[in-house]
């Protein structure tokens, strides 16, 4: 059976972050279970995800993406994707290292938050001058990379190409859903790259400056925070869709 929406969504600050909230955002997806494939979409690896899901009321998804878009993992798979990540360049960790080891104001994660195709470091209040630095020492040595900035205090280093946008739509091909029945929802920077892909978007009331601002008459933001904001949102634009049918119809 081929669902009828992909809700894209991040989780920490997105879904997470009030408890009845997300409980009825938990019945609300299980009365609308059979149209809707669910799947997260995070900055953190999919075991850390896996494991939110067996210990709060998050509803199991149909699919994870984790560590910002490079990983993704097909539930009823348990495995992730052979041909993701897609890279279009060179892609080197330890090159990516050492051509940022001389800014100081770069403080690496923990290994935990590390990933073959991630690098993340912690810096806080990063200017535009500074992330432009950054890229240039990675350019010079030739490394095909893109620079995420989050929460103005997450920088993630990723191949180019490959973030949470790219990632939800190349799952979109996967399963064949067409692009105007993907929602994406999020809070923050990193998701920016989810909206940048044209799908319809929901922005939670609770979200960051950076993504607050967007303005796209196929982005909602919702009054509601959290959760809640998540069901407000795709409620809007599952209505939508359902008068668009009908008026065609």
Known sequence: MAAEFLVSSDVDGT????????DAFSHWLEQRRDSIRLVYNSGRSVDSLRQSVSSTTLPEPDAYIGNVGTEIEICAHDRGLDDWPSLKGRWDPDDVRA????????????????SPFKVSYFVFDATSEELDGWQAALDQRALAVQLV????????VL????NKGSAAAHLAD???IPSDRVIVCGDSGNDLSMFAQGFYGVVVGNA????????SSRVYHA???FAAGVAEGL?????????????LA
């Open 223 to 225: 009054q509601q925070e």
């Open 159 to 162: 191949p180019q190409g490959v």
């Open 208 to 215: 960051l400056p950076e993504l607050a601002v967007l303005k």
């Open 15 to 22: 879904l997470l972050g009030d408890q009845r909230a997300l």
């Open 99 to 114: 051509a940022l080891e001389g800014f100081p104001s770069l403080e690496p994660q923990p290994d935990i938050f590390q």
């Open 174 to 176: 996967y399963w064949r």
């Open 235 to 247: 409620e809007h634009w599952i209505s939508k869709a359902d008068k668009d049918v009908t008026a």
């Open 149 to 156: 900035y989050s929460s103005e205090r997450d920088l993630d």
